[in-house]
């Protein structure tokens, strides 16, 4: 298990947010997180980037504590979060976004081979290589966002909601793109998406939140076929 | 038709030096969301620090050099020493709107206390590194002098320093990206708080140049910068406290206008017409000059 | 209502005795007390309601001040004519700068304010009516007789400053605790939605301009009072700088704090002159010592109690409670 979060709990101010959550997700698999608005998905992230700091339990990456610890550092042991919504600069350009992934590891052959392989991966990046990021559809930013998330090499890759306000191919495309990814880089991954049953079909482990708190744990496959699940977040 | 273009040159000169001054509170802007009025403070001790060492080396650009480095210095230690104990001390209630600005102002007093206490209030002079003699074209003697020249190159020779360190550098992608999206940047692995000191830094040295460079021809005291920081904060605003482009092109412009009030109409409406150069442009833009689209108000 | 004006009425009652008893020096620093209490509530209205920071409130009691004057001077008008003028004139500036200003926010606003209290004090050099830089007499004139011979010119202005100033706060209070302050503080806390109730924050920031600035020029005719003068000199930009520092030490929208912030204003530069004396004098102390002390304290107080001192004590009945 390279990820290990045990009774993990977040407040924002008052009012708890992630209620002793306990998720342990092996390597090189993708977990998908789904739940309503509001249960804590979102938190959860934000949590594990260092970008929150719990107010209990602990957090093991590779066997080391990770709570609280910034979320520059985390980086540099190779987790990578791509926040919800804007998670791109529109005022730089597209490499230069990709570039600020690789930045802080100072090499800039390096840098410039993983471009070329993002670039790759995302062939319309290529494209648009030299505009500035706000001239991108919402799909293309989404690309980028994921594309600067691989350019620190990541580890484990920390995804919130990237299939919001994407049309439906174009979520598709994404969607595989990540599981290939996944498989690929052997990347382990954490999706939290409102698009359950997208996020379900591409994953190997499901996790179901709400208010906080964790109601159901299993292989993504058997979720899909659970009726609860099925009738409260996959609409049928 | 010989003072307009008289009139518009002694402005670029004026201009220029304001425009390190917009540059610098832009630069600190951008990447704190506070306007440092403190700027000016360190400005003026880093002259000070450049005039000792320009004095008893009677070399300029040696003064020069000091004041970038005191500049510098003093721009870090006050992001570090005061500015991260600022935003610990976080402010609620009707005291938020008002709190970073007086706290900055606080500053200014306090290095100019310390500044006088230190030095003295006498005015004191360097001296100048090129002839302040106007050029002689022929028979004709224009106001537009050797050093006035100086000052315009070397305020040039900066700007593209900078520009090529924030458009070429991985330093000037990270102050970049640290200003426009601090969280972004942060997720990207880039250690944003040490980002922001280094922006605060060069700020510092870019003000210890303006002020060395104002001082080349007018006399140092405690209050000596005030206009410089005055005009460089309206000239940001002209610009648009968002673009540093802007900042230089607002400055520009101010150091020009003023100028040309100061030969066609008259001394005493130098300020009012600062005054009224900014009135004008933010009754057009609010956001200044090279704000894009949409007016945020309120 | 009533007893708030019997509040007033005793304390004026109150100050007056007190004014009885002290020495020369200290009823002449009454009055500048009472001067800075209105020149601080404009701030408190301005900033502290409204929510919007002026760096120029010294400009716009230039303004008051010469208003002032010259309807003394040349219109032959009874003294408090000349103050009721003060302040018509410079709420109709503070109309003016107000709708200039209201599209603007933070920054902007703060800078446009400092070039106005950079610029607008110029003014006076450039047009030989308004006195160039020697300036203008004020003289509100010696005391009335009846008040006897012991009645000093002090006094006098103790009494006026006093008076105008019980009004002054009097008035500014009940704007502030009626729904204008209300819809002030709405403004401030979240202009949107205000907007959304139906506020027209334009207008109300205008408004809250247009009292501002008339607070601010009656507090500069009443400077000009007490100095019998005016001219730019007496209203330059460390004046604003200290407005808006007296106003933060006293707590940025607290009416009553005004009065602490006024005494703090005026004991400063006596403090640092003991001080500086005690320390060996010298004229580098004597000059630079009042600003070493008042920028520490400005310091200390936007860190650690940003909303007054009052802020804190409440804070911590809170706690105990």
């Given at each position: 298990m390279s990820l290990n979060v045990s009774n993990l709990t977040v407040h924002h101010g008052a009012i708890c947010a992630i209620n002793q959550v306990s998720i342990a997700v092996p390597t090189g698999k993708l977990a998908a997180i789904i739940g309503a608005n509001g249960a804590g998905k979102t938190t959860l992230l934000r949590t594990l980037s260092g970008l929150k700091h719990p107010t209990n339990g602990s957090i093991m990456w590779k066997g080391e504590k990770i709570a609280g610890i910034k979320p520059e550092a985390l980086v540099r042991r190779g987790i990578s979060h791509v926040s919800e919504g804007k998670s791109v600069i529109p005022e730089l350009t597209v490499r230069e976004n990709l570039e600020l992934g690789a930045?802080?590891?100072?090499n800039a052959k390096e840098s410039k081979e993983s471009i070329d392989q993002v670039v790759s991966i995302f062939p319309r990046l290529g494209e648009r290589i030299?505009?500035?990021?706000?001239?991108?559809s919402g799909g293309e930013r989404q690309m980028l966002s994921i594309g600067r998330a691989i350019m620190a090499k990541p580890q484990l890759l920390l995804l919130d909601?990237?299939?919001?306000?994407?049309a439906p191919l174009v979520v598709e495309q994404i969607f595989q793109t990540i599981r290939d990814l996944t498989t690929a880089m052997n990347l382990t991954v954490l999706l939290v998406e409102q698009n359950a049953m997208g996020a379900l079909k591409i994953a190997d482990l499901g996790i179901v939140l709400n208010l906080g708190k964790v109601v159901a744990i299993n292989h993504a496959q058997a979720l899909i076929d659970d009726p609860a699940v099925r009738a409260a977040y996959l609409g049928y | 038709m010989q003072k307009l273009l008289e009139t518009f040159l002694i402005g670029l000169s004026t201009g220029s030096i304001y425009a390190l001054m917009s540059l610098a509170l832009v630069l600190v802007w951008r990447s704190t969301?506070?306007?440092?009025?403190?700027q000016a403070g360190q400005a003026m001790l880093s002259t000070y620090i450049g005039f000792e060492i320009a004095s008893r080396s009677e070399v300029f650009w040696l003064g020069l050099l000091f004041a970038i480095a005191a500049g510098a210095l003093l721009g870090a230690g006050v992001d570090f020493f005061f500015m991260r104990v600022l935003f610990k001390h976080a402010v609620s209630g009707p005291a938020a709107v008002v709190a970073p600005v007086i706290a900055t102002l606080g500053l200014l007093g306090l290095i100019r206390s310390i500044v006088g206490l230190t030095w003295g209030g006498e005015f004191k002079s360097i001296k100048s590194p090129a002839s302040t003699d106007g050029f002689t074209i022929g028979e004709t003697t224009i106001p537009f002098s050797a050093l006035n020249l100086l000052i315009i190159v070397t305020v040039f020779v900066i700007l593209i320093a900078l520009a090529i360190i924030f458009q070429r550098t991985n330093l000037g992608l990270s102050l970049r990206a640290s200003a426009y999206a601090p969280e972004i940047a942060q997720l990207a692995g880039i250690r944003t708080a040490r980002t922001r000191t280094i922006g605060w830094a060069i700020a510092g040295g870019v003000g210890g140049v303006a002020g060395m460079l104002v001082t080349s021809f007018n006399f140092l005291s405690p209050y000596s910068l005030d206009l410089l920081l005055v005009f460089g904060f309206i000239a940001a605003v002209i610009g648009g406290l968002e673009s540093m482009v802007g900042s230089v092109v607002g400055a520009l412009i101010l150091g020009i206008a003023l100028t040309f009030i100061l030969n066609y109409v008259g001394t005493s409406l130098v300020f009012i017409g600062g005054f009224v150069v900014l009135i004008v442009v933010l009754l057009v833009k609010p956001d200044g000059?090279?704000?894009?689209g949409k007016v945020r108000r309120g | 209502m009533g007893k708030k004006i019997t509040f007033f009425i005793i304390l004026g009652w109150v100050l007056l005795l007190i004014g009885d008893r002290v020495d020369e020096l200290r009823v002449y620093q009454g009055a500048q007390i009472a001067m800075y209490t209105i020149a601080l509530a404009s701030i408190v209205l301005l900033t502290g309601y409204s929510g919007q920071v002026s760096l120029g409130n010294g400009a716009m009691m230039a303004v008051g001040g010469y208003a002032a004057a010259l309807t003394l001077n040349n219109l032959g008008s009874p003294v408090w004519f000349a103050f009721v003028m003060a302040v018509v004139v410079s709420a109709l500036f503070g109309a003016f700068l107000g709708a200039a200003a209201a599209r603007l926010s933070g920054p902007y606003l703060a800078g446009t304010t400092l070039a106005l209290a950079v610029g607008l004090p110029e003014i006076a050099n450039q047009f030989a009516f308004l006195g160039g830089v020697p300036g203008i007499l004020f003289d509100v004139g010696l005391p009335p007789a009846r008040f006897g011979e012991e009645f000093t010119q002090y006094k006098w202005f103790f009494w006026i400053a006093t008076f105008i100033a019980l009004i002054a706060l009097f008035i500014t209070s009940n704007i502030l605790q009626s729904r204008y302050g209300r819809t002030w503080r709405a403004i401030r806390s979240n202009s949107l939605a205000a907007e959304l109730s139906g506020v027209h924050s334009g207008r109300m920031k205008i408004l809250a301009f247009t009292i501002s600035s008339a607070l601010a020029g009656l507090a500069g005719a009443v400077l000009a009072m007490t100095i019998s003068l005016v001219a730019p000199g007496a209203y330059t930009l460390a004046l604003s700088f200290a407005l808006v520092t007296g106003a933060v030490l006293a707590?940025?929208?607290?009416?009553?704090?005004v009065v602490f912030g006024a005494l703090i204003l005026v004991a400063i530069p006596e403090v640092a002159d003991v001080l500086a004396n005690r320390w060996g004098g010298g004229e580098n102390l004597n000059n630079y010592l009042p600003g070493l002390i008042v920028s520490v304290l400005l310091i200390l107080s936007v860190i650690f109690t940003p909303n007054g001192p009052g802020e804190n004590l409440r804070k911590h009945h809170h706690k105990k409670m």
């Open positions: 930045v802080w590891r100072r030299q505009q500035r990021a706000d001239t991108l909601e990237p299939s919001l306000g994407l | 969301r506070v306007v440092n009025f403190a000059i090279m704000a894009r | 707590g940025v929208s607290s009416l009553p704090g």
